[in-house]
């Protein structure tokens, strides 16, 4: 059976030319110098983010009405993160990550026992650090 006849999906179709948002977007990528490692990075964080917090509400007792949603972007995302690493040309995936600009510097140093602190709180809010059971 040939493939002549399978429908061609194009993804554009329903958006015509990109809107403003979508241009906005990626006149901002543009700017911000996104590459493939890095774009890949970013989606990757972006689903443990939203998987740690959908998480987190559970085990506070608060569920979210919108999980549901943030679980049907994290199977999108996983989606095209399979799909940019079968379609992507090598050439494209080869661009390193451009430097960060630099920091300013602080002006307030503090103790290690704020730091301390610090992470200690962010570890009672981190849904990896409780048992599940």
Known sequence: MSDELEPVVDPLFHLGVPDDLLKYYLSQSRAAGMVYALVVKQIIGRIYRDHDYIKRKEIEGKPLGYA??????????????????LYVPEEVRQHPIPPQPPRPRRTH??????????DERRKLRDVRYHDEG
Not at 69 to 81: H, S, Y
Not at 111 to 118: D, V
Request: cysteine-free; proline content about 0%.
């Open 68 to 85: 549901d949603v943030l679980r049907t972007d994290m199977q999108a995302f996983a989606w095209a993160l399979k799909a940019m690493m």
């Open 109 to 118: 140093k503090q103790t290690k026992e704020a730091l301390r602190e610090r």
